[in-house]
């Protein structure tokens, strides 16, 4: 049975937008035989483990760092709602592994749809200082838990393409553990769990699946563990053509999930066909959301260009999911980008209280 033709999205959840206590409440109400409490925010909300299956190969997972990457939490919650009336695939899977998931480690900023957490930190590059209040729990359960793998798990702008055309839906990282970037076992055994998760996904959605940058951050998570010997793979869910509300991104997501973690029960720690991991594309800032191309201001002299508009995701009280808000982030020439939506203002009036778009400013102007 393949679970891509199962996948059924929570519908306690129809929104991108999560807030922590629904969250809760759902956990306690359905999940309640698998949670525990591990600690609080900053702002005294529980942070939740969930620990699932008899198996004996141990990951540990964690989502929202961030308070803005929604679908992290999306995937375990539709893959948990998506097996219950399949008890076999269910039983196979957690009879193979054990899992630990802290869900939504950061729920200060998820309240908020902020990166950051309440008190502006960056819990993804807070491995060093552990300022924060949440990253430490995650960090001391990774440290005494005896775990084969990690799945560190994200999301990404929709700036970012597989290959300059499509966009980059789902992109993996076997993540870097010193500058040399060297290829360790430990990298490998990450390696290995992506390569076959890419031949998966690639028959799904071909050309947008790519490979996040290995740029090694000494004070980012991923990178520690995997000197720590964890092999860790990072998730980024990005843009699926058309759908910002990430619907289409949010059924993947939860395919990669399930998938990640059905072949990191096989390979149990084997490096076989990590190779292939380096046959996917690595994901390119090409694109902004909108592009005006060609735009003839009211000025007094001669003035053609483009102008590109990248939407602000804010979570705002009227609206319960999120609201998008077009601000111009570039001016001039943008040849060198593409645009998800590009508009051919050729022979058209632009209007507006202002001679020139106002750069890093909401979008005020209409092309007629």
Known sequence: MSFESFYRACPSFPNRFISPESLEKYLQENL????????????????????????????????????????????LLDMLYSLEPLSTLFQDLFSKITMDFLVMLNPDGSLLWTRRNALGIDLNRDYLFCSSLEFPILRQIAESGDYDYGLNLHEQRTLFSS??????TLSFLAPAMNVDKDLTPTRKKAMAVIAELAKVLQGLIPNQVARYSDTFYPSS???????????????EGGHFQGDYLRKETR??????????????????GSTEGYEAYFDLPENKESHYDIIYRNVKLNTDFDCVLDVAVQYKEEKLEQNPDISFVPIVVE??????????????????RYKSARLYPKLDEPMDFEIL
């Not at 998570?221 to 998730?235: A, E, R």
């Open 32 to 75: 309640s035989e698998w949670i525990s409490v591990v600690g609080q925010s900053y702002e005294g909300r529980n942070l939740y483990k969930l620990s699932i299956g008899t198996g004996k190969t141990r990951v540990l997972a964690w989502s929202q760092m961030h308070g803005n990457e929604s679908n992290s939490t999306h995937a």
């Open 163 to 168: 290959d300059g055309v499509n966009p980059a």
């Open 221 to 235: 998570t991923g990178d520690n563990f995997m000197k720590m010997g964890l092999p860790t793979i990072l998730f």
């Open 251 to 268: 059924k993947y997501y939860t395919i990669a999930l399930y998938y990640a973690l059905q072949f990191i029960a096989e390979l149990k």
């Open 331 to 348: 001016v001039g020439d943008c040849g060198a980008r593409k645009g998800w939506v590009e508009i051919d203002c050729t022979g058209r």
